[in-house]
């Protein structure tokens, strides 16, 4: 990895770096490999999720900039790079494509500005979900997006991270009021209880938990019906219309539910 921004503790598990390491990444310290190993034995499929995540992250985005006509993307919670990030996405189908990513992690944002080899298509800031109307206000964000025009907002896997009482639906509700009619949310989310159909252990449970606690971020899982209650104001889309839209490029890219995941496409109408 490049040289560390100051005060960046490299002893605690951070959760952007563990995600890499799922990845098969290279940007993660001991701490975060330790831990990333350890939630890999305690729930094997992990590694395959993440994987499957980046799949559909690519088919959403590419679905929205194909078939919906979306030009602009604001991915939240980007986490450290990897391939397919949504610029390069994106530009496969519209090089006119702009991107604006957000992440609280001077790490992340150290990476993802050294990516960003056309600033003037894409832009990373540093900024935080738990303060959307801050985020959305950013005057880099604003200079680079027209929020007069529908925009993709990102949510993946960020808003497990996010307590309760941190306000998901109000977090998401300023993000809707901020958007233009047509514009879409991508979420991605873990749920809690069951890997592969079978109710988790809940000493297994516990010990994850616990493993997060430990890291930069604690882990809090929702149930589909708590997820879909979040978005109020927006309507699903539903996962056969990603479905059909996944025929024609990565057909085993899941489009909703998973072993222990929830994604979702929504657009504010």
Do not use: C
């Not at 770096?17 to 799922?22: I, V």
């Not at 997820?227 to 025929?247: K, S, Y």
């Amino acid at each position: 990895m490049p040289r560390l921004p100051e005060g960046v503790d490299t002893s605690i598990p951070n959760v952007a770096r563990m995600y890499d390491y799922y990845l098969g990444g290279k940007d993660n310290f001991e701490a975060d490999r330790v831990a990333a190993e350890e939630i890999m034995q305690l729930v094997p499929v992990t590694r395959a999720e993440a994987t499957t995540n980046r799949k559909f992250l690519r088919l959403a985005v590419r679905y929205l900039a194909a078939e919906a006509g979306i030009s602009q993307f604001l991915d939240i919670g980007v986490g450290l790079p990897t391939r397919g990030a949504v610029h390069e996405v994106a530009r496969e189908v519209n090089p006119e494509a702009r991107v604006a990513y957000v992440d609280y992690d001077p790490v992340v944002i150290s990476h993802a500005n050294a990516l960003l080899a056309r600033p003037d298509r894409a832009v990373a800031v540093r900024g935080d979900l738990r303060e959307p109307a801050v985020l959305l206000e950013d005057p880099v964000i604003r200079g680079h997006l027209d929020f007069g025009r529908p925009v993709a907002v990102i949510l993946l896997a960020i808003l497990h991270f996010i307590s309760g009482d941190d306000d998901p639906a109000g977090i998401i509700a300023t993000i809707r009021d901020a958007l233009a009619p047509g514009s879409y949310l991508v979420i991605s989310h873990i749920v809690p209880g069951r890997v592969q159909d079978k109710e988790v252990d809940k000493d297994v449970a516990d010990r994850v938990y616990k493993i997060y606690e430990q890291a930069s971020e604690r882990l809090h899982p929702r149930t589909p019906a708590e997820i879909t209650r979040l978005l109020d104001g927006f309507e699903l889309i539903e996962p056969e219309v990603l479905a059909r839209h996944a025929q024609a490029f990565e057909r085993d890219a899941a489009v909703s539910a998973s072993p222990v995941g929830w994604r979702v496409l929504a657009r504010k109408p």
